[in-house]
């Protein structure tokens, strides 16, 4: 499905003034939890929220910019944007996508602003990977992902609250130098492995509710709720299947000696360091946590970690030649309360020079 596409560069907003970071102490404060709890369930000492007089167009140009110098390009390099932001009114991603578009001076191609959750980045790979099948050689189309949960959260919220945080990467496709992607796929299912779990018959819920933000402001608004144990319990059988099942897809490649490593969807850290140290030796994979100073950004968290990933995993991280599968899992925008989504990919792993 690739058309021969490449990814060129990944960036995100590593230490941009636009976030501010919240520490274990003050979620404490806001959940009623103790400091040592909130470390011992995250694994993060800190996470980023937007700070306050910062909107979502913000960040998204402040991210398309920064990708904009690393390949140094501008609009005339570029057709279309595929850009993914998990909002709740109907609407809200594709206007951002279209202002995004303006601000950058985008008038070519088709210009496309998805709400799909944690598996938004795989969603909007496999979109603009059927997009760019025309691509002209030298063209960009880039790859924006835009994410506020702190804003649509209860800040008191014990399951959300210390887990959410705000985020923006973005890289581009291209038939040119990079790495290569292999596949990109997305699902839907309603046949969950887990079940719903706990004594709540929903695995996440989207609900008009009296909530303060992280600020102090209260007011009535919509807001995510999760079903924690539903949540987790579901999303890492569905990143362990989608794993496997993307690795079936590639076993041609890693037969010839290639290293595997996996940057999965990032809901938690302890889930992805279980995965790493039980599921990653049965099958020959790598998995790559991130987390600390960037949470559960939803969609942002692939890239960001690809982002990240030299300076994560040093001179033990992917070389050229080596894949990088990325599968996701988690909230299924349709119906919460019932289903999830899923996505996988892959990469052949190729820096540009």
């Known amino acids: 499905m690739n058309h021969h596409l490449s990814f060129t560069d990944f960036v995100d907003l590593a230490g941009s003034d636009s976030f501010e970071l919240v520490d274990n102490a003050r979620i404490a404060a806001l959940t009623g939890l103790e400091e040592a709890r909130v470390l011992k369930s995250t694994q993060i000492k800190e996470r980023p929220i937007l700070r306050k007089g910062k909107e979502n167009i913000d960040i998204a140009t402040e991210?398309?910019?920064?990708?904009?110098?690393?390949?140094?390009?501008?609009?005339?390099?570029?057709?279309?944007?595929?850009?993914?932001?998990?909002?709740?009114?109907?609407?809200?991603?594709?206007?951002?996508?279209?202002?995004l578009a303006k601000r950058m001076g985008i008038t070519r191609g088709k210009v496309l602003g998805i709400s799909y959750g944690c598996t938004g980045f795989v969603k909007i790979v496999e979109l603009a990977a059927e997009q760019s099948r025309e691509l002209p050689k030298g063209t960009h189309h880039p790859l924006v992902t835009v994410e506020t949960p702190d804003r649509h959260i209860d800040a008191h919220d014990r399951f959300a609250s210390p887990i959410f945080a705000a985020g923006a990467a973005a890289t581009s496709l291209w038939k040119g130098e990079g790495h290569a992607l292999l596949h990109a796929v997305n699902r839907d299912t309603q046949d969950l492995p887990k079940g719903l779990g706990g004594k709540v018959d929903y695995v996440f819920r989207i609900e008009k509710a009296d909530a303060e933000d992280y600020f102090g402001q209260r007011?009535?608004?919509?807001?995510?709720?999760?079903?924690?144990?539903?949540?987790?319990?579901?999303?890492?059988?569905?990143?362990e299947e989608a794993t496997h099942t993307?690795?079936?897809?590639?076993?041609?490649?890693?037969?010839?000696?290639?290293?595997?490593?996996?940057?999965?969807?990032q809901p938690n850290a302890r889930m992805i360091r279980a995965l790493d140290q039980v599921v990653g030796p049965e099958m020959g994979v790598q998995f790559v946590e991130g987390m600390e100073g960037m949470g559960n950004s939803i969609s942002c968290t692939i890239p960001s970690v690809l982002a990240r990933i030299k300076e994560l995993l040093g001179d033990d991280g992917p070389r050229a030649g080596d894949i990088v599968l990325f599968p996701a899992a988690g909230i299924c925008m349709l119906h919460p309360e019932t289903h999830m989504s899923q996505g996988e990919g892959a990469i052949l792993w190729n820096p540009r020079k």
């Open 246 to 265: 993307s690795l079936s897809k590639v076993l041609e490649l890693k037969d010839q000696g290639r290293k595997v490593f996996a940057v999965p969807h």
């Open 63 to 99: 991210v398309t910019d920064k990708l904009f110098d690393r390949l140094g390009i501008d609009a005339h390099n570029v057709e279309g944007l595929t850009l993914s932001h998990t909002a709740l009114s109907i609407g809200e991603s594709q206007h951002l996508a279209e202002e």
């Open 219 to 239: 007011s009535n608004k919509n807001i995510f709720r999760m079903n924690g144990d539903a949540a987790y319990q579901n999303g890492q059988a569905l990143i």
